[in-house]
């Protein structure tokens, strides 16, 4: 038996790191101390209190402590356990959100491009974070065309020669790798390139309107418009980058917006002087002082990020400032600040912040807290329904094929009821001959369990199989044969393939259809058939593609790639007349008639 009193006299008076538990054993607050003796005893002290603070000191039933040796270590451990356990009465983050960045390798002899949610320390350039990521690739699409940049991640030391890849027969790449081209002519597109990210877009409109231009003068007006529709591009680009502070640094601009312990923070991204994104978060608070608050989403926020500006503006000065200053700066190696300005452009940035946050607080709280319904809320009512822990993270599987043809799995990640695409992955089953999903499932999980790199770390608090108790059984099996212990359910299906009911446990559990947990498990299956038939359909075209076109005597590989750039897909080239054939590149009357002639041959019609 646990008496409280007892164990208060016996904290130490020195810091360290208290931990509340309930009568289940569930951690539910996390906290730091100075002094240990003094800041948990005065849990247990009659003062008024928040209605939340009270309800957490009414479930408390044990605590324990670890003491260190300085405020700094308790800081940091208090920090690891909040991250590691998620605490229920701790301040949360509702939304766990990464963005990309894109990414240039200069160290490298060629450098190469690309979009990547990964910042470390290898001498490349970042730029970044953007939230809208379809007009990013848009952007790196169009400079492909532009300067033919590498996308490929090969090392290129200038001396060994590889066959060019399809992204040079097409137009789109230089050959670095089969040495096309110089190292010099290769890195003036690159730096145009990396001159844009950093803010000067002159060089790049001036090459799209000298191709633009010319491409008018030659009639090829639908040419033409492609590059207007890129000026366009970089014109709305550059809009979203407008917002400027006083110098080119890197920093993030931190906005806090408050009511009934509820909280909106806004965050502005700078880089190199430029606003880049925005996001917003909302914030289950423990306390009403804005001040306190922003301290523990500034902990969370930067404790589960690898980028962290060298400067970070406050709207509100936070008590524990230097402290995490000192924290972050040993986290990066770089002299990180955090200020909170009162004057100048700075200040004005603060207050543009402040006031976007205060306009989604006053306008936008139903909606976000229905979106918190469905989502976090949804997964509270998922583990309350299963008898478990809110499953936080959740993954489902699922696999595809074409009477047993390009067989391919799918794993889709959940977490905190949102999908975590950076970590979906893609299955090509190897193992299973025919069309055999039991046989395939356990190849996928098996793989998945038995690999704890490649994005596999994390251990899912609740797996979803899209079938009863076959499907649930076999998982289990191979989960036991990996040695983890993990909770599996399966939906089960009724007589028209609707779900009927979750398995769990070696039993059916009934569901709500109106149920914000059914609509969220109904999302996470829909998401898993779509990226496992999105896949299996890309696997698929590359094999017709390859099977179809190298089988038609007369065309080439060279006819072959002139005849996919030009018509796109496999179904316009086969329902192409022998006049429109001819107007591919490379090809004559007797090559279109060859094409025409396959594919209106019956036996060699595919369906």
Same mark, same amino acid.
């Given at each position: 038996?646990?008496?409280?009193?007892?164990?208060?006299?016996?904290?130490?008076?020195?810091?360290?790191?208290?931990?509340?538990?309930?009568?289940?054993?569930?951690?539910?607050?996390?906290?730091?101390?100075?002094?240990?003796?003094?800041?948990?005893?005065?849990?247990?002290?009659?003062?008024?209190?928040?209605?939340?603070?009270?309800?957490?000191?009414?479930?408390?039933?044990?605590?324990?402590?670890?003491?260190?040796?300085?405020?700094?270590?308790?800081?940091?451990?208090?920090?690891?356990?909040?991250?590691?356990?998620?605490?229920?009465?701790?301040?949360?983050?509702?939304?766990?959100?990464?963005?990309?960045?894109?990414?240039?390798?200069?160290?490298?002899?060629?450098?190469?491009?690309?979009?990547?949610?990964?910042?470390?320390?290898? *001498?490349?350039?970042?730029?970044?974070?953007?939230?809208?990521?379809?007009?990013?690739?848009?952007?790196?699409?169009?400079?492909?065309?532009?300067?033919?940049?590498?996308?490929?991640?090969?090392?290129?030391?200038?001396? *060994?020669?590889?066959?060019?890849?399809?992204?040079?027969?097409?137009?789109?790449?230089?050959?670095?790798?089969?040495?096309?081209?110089?190292?010099?002519?290769?890195?003036?597109?690159?730096?145009?390139?990396?001159?844009?990210?950093?803010?000067?877009?002159?060089?790049?409109?001036?090459?799209?309107?000298?191709?633009?231009?010319?491409?008018?003068?030659?009639?090829?007006?639908?040419?033409?418009?492609?590059?207007?529709?890129?000026?366009?591009?970089?014109?709305?680009?550059?809009?979203?980058?407008?917002?400027?502070?006083?110098?080119?640094?890197?920093?993030?601009?931190?906005?806090?917006?408050?009511?009934?312990?509820?909280?909106?923070?806004?965050?502005?991204?700078?880089?190199?002087?430029?606003?880049?994104?925005?996001?917003?978060?909302?914030?289950?608070?423990?306390?009403?002082?804005?001040?306190?608050?922003?301290?523990?989403?500034?902990?969370?926020?930067?404790?589960?990020?690898?980028?962290?500006?060298?400067?970070?503006?406050?709207?509100?000065?936070?008590?524990?400032?230097?402290?995490?200053?000192?924290?972050?700066?040993?986290?990066?190696?770089?002299?990180?600040?955090?200020?909170?300005?009162? =004057?100048?452009?700075?200040?004005?940035?603060?207050?543009?912040?402040?006031?976007?946050?205060?306009?989604?607080?006053?306008?936008?709280?139903?909606?976000?807290?229905?979106?918190?319904?469905?989502?976090?809320?949804?997964?509270?009512?998922?583990?309350?329904?299963?008898?478990?822990?809110?499953?936080?993270?959740?993954?489902?599987?699922?696999?595809?094929?074409?009477?047993?043809?390009?067989?391919?799995?799918?794993?889709?990640?959940?977490?905190?009821?949102?999908?975590?695409?950076?970590?979906?992955?893609?299955?090509?089953?190897?193992?299973?001959?025919?069309?055999?999903?039991?046989?395939?499932?356990?190849?996928?999980?098996?793989?998945?369990?038995?690999?704890?790199?490649?994005?596999?770390?994390?251990?899912?608090?609740?797996?979803?199989?899209?079938?009863?108790?076959?499907?649930?059984?076999?998982?289990?099996?191979?989960?036991?044969?990996?040695?983890?212990?993990?909770?599996?359910?399966?939906?089960?299906?009724?007589?028209?393939?609707?779900?009927?009911?979750?398995?769990?446990?070696?039993?059916?559990?009934?569901?709500?259809?109106?149920?914000?947990?059914?609509?969220?498990?109904?999302?996470?299956?829909?998401?898993?058939?779509?990226?496992?038939?999105?896949?299996?359909? *890309?696997?698929?075209?590359?094999?017709?593609?390859?099977?179809?076109?190298?089988?038609?005597?007369?065309?080439?590989?060279?006819?072959?790639?002139?005849?996919?750039?030009?018509?796109?897909?496999?179904?316009?080239?086969?329902?192409?007349?022998?006049?429109?054939?001819?107007?591919?590149?490379?090809?004559?009357? =007797?090559?279109?008639?060859?094409?025409?002639?396959?594919?209106?041959?019956?036996?060699?019609?595919?369906?």
């Amino acid at each position: 038996m646990f008496d409280i009193k007892e164990e208060l006299k016996k904290l130490p008076d020195s810091p360290g790191v208290y931990i509340m538990h309930d009568k289940s054993d569930n951690i539910i607050y996390v906290g730091k101390a100075i002094n240990l003796k003094r800041r948990v005893s005065s849990y247990f002290q009659s003062k008024p209190r928040s209605p939340k603070i009270e309800k957490m000191i009414s479930l408390i039933d044990h605590f324990e402590y670890i003491m260190v040796k300085s405020e700094m270590e308790a800081f940091v451990l208090e920090c690891n356990l909040i991250k590691e356990n998620r605490p229920k009465y701790n301040t949360m983050l509702m939304d766990d959100k990464t963005y990309p960045f894109v990414k240039v390798t200069i160290n490298e002899k060629y450098p190469c491009i690309y979009l990547t949610r990964h910042h470390t320390r290898d *001498k490349s350039k970042y730029y970044g974070p953007y939230t809208n990521v379809t007009a990013v690739r848009e952007i790196l699409k169009m400079f492909r065309k532009l300067y033919g940049y590498r996308t490929c991640v090969k090392k290129l030391d200038g001396t *060994k020669i590889d066959r060019p890849c399809l992204y040079y027969q097409v137009g789109e790449c230089m050959g670095p790798c089969s040495g096309k081209v110089s190292e010099e002519e290769y890195r003036k597109g690159i730096d145009e390139i990396i001159r844009f990210f950093e803010g000067d877009s002159t060089e790049v409109k001036k090459n799209l309107k000298s191709k633009m231009l010319e491409c008018s003068e030659n009639l090829e007006f639908e040419k033409a418009a492609e590059y207007r529709d890129m000026l366009n591009n970089v014109e709305q680009l550059g809009q979203t980058q407008r917002v400027t502070a006083s110098d080119d640094m890197n920093r993030d601009v931190i906005g806090i917006a408050m009511k009934e312990y509820k909280a909106i923070v806004q965050i502005f991204f700078i880089r190199q002087g430029r606003m880049v994104g925005r996001e917003h978060y909302l914030v289950e608070a423990e306390d009403d002082s804005k001040s306190l608050v922003l301290s523990e989403f500034v902990k969370q926020f930067y404790g589960g990020t690898a980028v962290i500006p060298k400067e970070i503006l406050l709207s509100e000065d936070i008590d524990e400032k230097d402290l995490i200053s000192g924290w972050l700066s040993d986290r990066t190696g770089v002299k990180i600040k955090l200020i909170t300005p009162v =004057k100048g452009k700075k200040e004005k940035l603060v207050e543009l912040a402040v006031e976007n946050a205060l306009n989604l607080l006053e306008k936008d709280m139903d909606k976000l807290k229905r979106e918190a319904e469905r989502t976090t809320g949804a997964a509270e009512e998922l583990g309350r329904l299963l008898g478990i822990d809110t499953p936080v993270r959740m993954e489902s599987y699922d696999i595809s094929n074409t009477q047993g043809f390009e067989s391919v799995g799918s794993m889709v990640v959940y977490e905190n009821g949102k999908p975590k695409k950076s970590d979906y992955r893609r299955f090509r089953i190897k193992t299973v001959v025919g069309a055999d999903d039991y046989a395939s499932m356990r190849e996928v999980l098996s793989r998945r369990f038995a690999n704890t790199n490649a994005g596999f770390e994390k251990i899912p608090d609740l797996i979803l199989m899209d079938g009863g108790r076959g499907q649930v059984n076999a998982a289990l099996e191979i989960a036991s044969q990996c040695g983890l212990d993990v909770n599996i359910c399966g939906m089960v299906k009724d007589d028209h393939h609707r779900t009927r009911g979750i398995y769990f446990e070696n039993k059916e559990i009934p569901v709500d259809p109106s149920s914000e947990y059914f609509k969220l498990v109904t999302r996470i299956q829909d998401e898993t058939h779509r990226f496992a038939i999105e896949y299996h359909k *890309k696997l698929r075209s590359k094999a017709q593609v390859k099977s179809v076109l190298d089988d038609i005597e007369g065309i080439g590989s060279t006819r072959r790639i002139n005849l996919i750039k030009h018509f796109e897909t496999i179904t316009a080239i086969k329902e192409a007349a022998v006049e429109e054939l001819t107007q591919a590149p490379g090809m004559n009357k =007797k090559a279109a008639e060859a094409v025409y002639a396959f594919f209106h041959n019956s036996e060699n019609q595919t369906s």
